[in-house]
T-cell receptor, first 112, second 114 residues
Framework: GENVEQHPSTLSVQEGDSAVIKCTYSDSASNYFPWYKQELGKGPQLIIDIRSNVGEKKDQRIAVTLNKTAKHFSLHITETQPEDSAVYFCAASGGGADGLTFGKGTHLIIQP | KAGVTQTPRYLIKTRGQQVTLSCSPISGHRSVSWYQQTPGQGLQFLFEYFSETQRNKGNFPGRFSGRQFSNSRSEMNVSTLELGDSALYLC?????????????FGPGTRLLVL
């Protein structure tokens, strides 16, 4: 089945700086890569996703890049704000019948 | 549109008991997936239901089961609870399934097994 590795597990950045979270996946047949943000006491919420026919996608301060050859994808958050503090999960899907396979998560801390 | 709802939000059970959790998907969504979230294992796929049929299943023992009703509402059941079943159980809905389309998650049911 699919295996998704996510790094780092904790990321602390100064408010206003950029944050980058990286994920690798194992199944070359995977073709859908969403990113979720989970705040304390809530379920994960989709923030951006990318499909395998696209290399980059941007939505305001958030961007995701995908390198299918290397089987890795990254989340970029620019001009970070206190409300960006949360746990972020990457996921991969489409290569099999296992639903979404998630990374272990990154705890993003925005320092004032 | 109302979001995904899950009931109950919190549950305390003892070992050996069984538990049933409920999920109401977003109106019009026919696919419901269930996930278990723990600090050690992260988010793990349990199973997915579509039009009342289990379409996919993750790597969990047979004590974990589910069903879906004609109105797309879904329940999952865990029998003979073990301490390791303590977790946040999340359901997610989508129109066609968790493959290449957005899944919307509910707030989860937090289960504590004593």
């Amino acid at each position: 089945g699919e295996n998704v590795e996510q790094h780092p597990s904790t990321l602390s950045v100064q408010e206003g700086d950029s944050a980058v979270i990286k994920c690798t996946y194992s199944d070359s047949a995977s073709n859908y890569f969403p990113w979720y943000k989970q705040e304390l006491g809530k379920g994960p919420q989709l923030i951006i996703d990318i499909r395998s026919n696209v290399g980059e996608k941007k939505d305001q301060r958030i961007a995701v890049t995908l390198n299918k050859t290397a089987k890795h994808f990254s989340l970029h958050i620019t001009e970070t704000q206190p409300e960006d503090s949360a746990v972020y999960f990457c996921a991969a899907s489409g290569g099999g019948a296992d639903g979404l396979t998630f990374g272990k998560g990154t705890h993003l801390i925005i320092q004032p | 549109k109302a979001g995904v709802t899950q009931t109950p939000r919190y549950l305390i059970k003892t070992r050996g008991q069984q538990v049933t959790l409920s999920c109401s998907p977003i109106s019009g969504h026919r696919s419901v997936s269930w996930y278990q979230q723990t600090p050690g294992q992260g988010l793990q796929f349990l199973f997915e239901y579509f039009s009342e049929t289990q379409r996919n299943k993750g790597n969990f023992p047979g004590r974990f089961s589910g069903r879906q009703f004609s109105n797309s509402r879904s329940e999952m059941n865990v029998s003979t609870l073990e301490l390791g079943d303590s977790a946040l159980y999340l359901c997610a809905s989508s129109q066609q399934g968790p493959y290449q389309e957005t899944q919307y998650f509910g707030p989860g049911t937090r289960l504590l097994v004593l």
